[in-house]
C-alpha cells in the first residue's frame, strides 16, 4: 500500500558521505541528485531538500568530502566538469548541487593531533530534522547509517510523522530500513546511478 500523498508536504535530508562511499564502492559510480529528488517527492510539495557536506579543502592530505568532489557530478543527467572557471573541484561539486535544488549545510573538517580526521553530520541532521519537522508531512532520509534509528523513531513516534528513507539497498542498515514507514532502494530507481 503506497501512503504517499499528493498533499504531503516533504523535506529531504541528504548524508552526502554515505551515499558517496555507497555509489563509489558498490558501482564505482555517483549519484544523479537531480533524478533522485523527482523519485522521492514523488509528485508531492518539496519544502526542502539539505545536503549536509564536509568542507576539506587547504588539508595537506585527500581528506573524505574532496575525495567525493574528484569525480565528476551528474545533476540532470548530463556530466559536468569540477574544474571549469578555476573553481575548485570542491567548490564546484557543492555549487552542482546546489543547482539540483539542494540546500547545503557546510562544516570544516576536523583534524585532530596525530592526524585523526572527524567528519560528522550525524546530530547535526537529527537536529535539523526534528526543527523542521514542524511543517513538514513527511520526512526523507538519505542514509544507509544505523544511528539515524532513534531519530526515525522519535520522528514516528514522538511527532507522528511519516519517515521514508532512501539508501543502498546493500548498505543499508537493516533496523533503518526495517523501521522506516517506506524505504526506497536506490540501486532501483532507473538513471540514478551513474557510472564513471
Known amino acids: 500500500m503506497d501512503i504517499r500523498f499528493r ?3 516533504v523535506g529531504i535530508f541528504f548524508d552526502i558521505q554515505n551515499l558517496y562511499h555507497s555509489a563509489k564502492n558498490l558501482y564505482q559510480g555517483r549519484v544523479n541528485y537531480r533524478e533522485l529528488i523527482k523519485t522521492l517527492v514523488a509528485r508531492r510539495q518539496l519544502i ?3 545536503a549536509y557536506v564536509v568542507k576539506s579543502e587547504g ?3 585527500e581528506p573524505i568530502e574532496a575525495k567525493a568532489a574528484n ?3 551528474a545533476t540532470n543527467g548530463e556530466t559536468q566538469s569540477r574544474e571549469h572557471a578555476g573553481r575548485s573541484s570542491e567548490a ?3 555549487e552542482a548541487l ?4 539542494i540546500e547545503l549545510r557546510i562544516k570544516d573538517l576536523q583534524i585532530f593531533h596525530g592526524g585523526m580526521k572527524k567528519a560528522d553530520w550525524d546530530v547535526g541532521m537529527a537536529v535539523d ?4 519537522a514542524n511543517f513538514l508531512d513527511t520526512i526523507i532520509l538519505v542514509t544507509g547509517d544505523g544511528d539515524f534509528v532513534p531519530l526515525v523513531e522519535y520522528l514516528k ?4 510523522k511519516q519517515v521514508e528513507v532512501a539508501a543502498f539497498g546493500r548498505t543499508v542498515s537493516g533496523r533503518l530500513k526495517e523501521i522506516a514507514d517506506v524505504f526506497l532502494n536506490i540501486e532501483d530507481i532507473p538513471k540514478v546511478i551513474l557510472k564513471k
Open 98 to 101: 546546489s543547482s539540483a535544488g
Open 92 to 94: 564546484s561539486f557543492f
Open 48 to 50: 526542502r531538500a539539505v
Open 71 to 73: 569525480a565528476p557530478i
Open 157 to 160: 513516534w514522538g511527532l507522528g
Open 129 to 132: 530534522a526534528i526543527r523542521m
Open 7 to 9: 498533499d504531503q508536504r
Open 59 to 61: 588539508t595537506a592530505n
